[in-house]
């Protein structure tokens, strides 16, 4: 005779099946996995373990404001609860709480859309299911990482001209000598190219040396 899988183990194998899923869609900013992505490398693993997800919204708000052109915008948030069901043993279940939000300019859609991101997040996350790239965090270093650097100060490139100077004085060398070297580090080739992260790094490098340089010729 036959054992019966428990509603776990079901899950389990599902689980196992699905480690990845590409995000085959594109916005203009991001590429996203739809929820047709998501359902469709689930839905048959689903049936094939005979298990159901049944969805119940058990609390939810509407908030309306109005955007830059004057159209009104409906924030639908919902709370559910999200119940698998084994069919072979219909008593087995297991539920989790879940939150789900919906952004909608004609007022009726709000609930299913926040419905359709609830449903596809939360298969993603209750599977571990891994989607490439460009996921919201790495979006985010990915814009920061476009983001035009904060450019060096007037006080910065005073301080560090007085480094290159003292620097200079303490090693016996030529003031554009030692800009060069330090300069270099950087991968700059002008005070003034430098980033105001690289400036403040570089003050603290020639600052540190300068110290150690000072100690050794006064021991």
């Known amino acids: ?30 590429s996203y996995a739809g929820s047709s992505d998501v359902l469709g490398q689930i839905h048959n693993l ?3 373990e005979n298990i159901i997800l049944v969805p119940e919204i058990t609390n939810h708000n509407v908030d309306t404001s109005a955007n830059r052109k004057g159209t009104n915008v409906y924030f639908t948030d919902i709370e559910m609860t999200m119940t ?49 790239d460009m996921d919201p965090d790495s979006f985010q270093q990915n814009v920061e990482s476009k983001k035009v650097p904060e450019p060096i100060t007037k006080e910065q490139e005073a301080t560090l001209n007085k480094l290159f100077e003292s620097m200079a004085k303490a090693t ?4 554009s000598v030692v800009s060069a070297g330090y300069l270099k580090k950087s991968k700059a080739t002008d005070v003034t190219n430098l980033s105001h992260d690289k400036a403040s790094a570089l003050i603290e490098l020639v600052t540190h040396q300068l110290t150690k340089q000072t100690e050794k010729a006064g021991s």
């Open 46 to 48: 689903m049936d094939e």
């Open 172 to 175: 016996g060398n030529e003031v």
């Open 1 to 30: 005779m036959a054992t019966t899988k428990t509603l776990f183990k079901k899950l389990q194998n599902i689980h196992s099946k699905v480690p990845y899923i590409q995000k085959a869609n594109k916005s203009t900013q991001y």
């Open 84 to 132: 698998w069901i084994n069919t072979d043993n219909p008593e087995e279940r297991l539920s989790s709480k879940w939150y789900a939000q919906g952004i909608d300019t004609a007022g009726e859609k709000g609930v299913g859309k926040a419905l359709t991101y609830g449903e596809k997040y939360f298969l993603l996350k209750f599977f571990n299911i891994a989607t490439d």
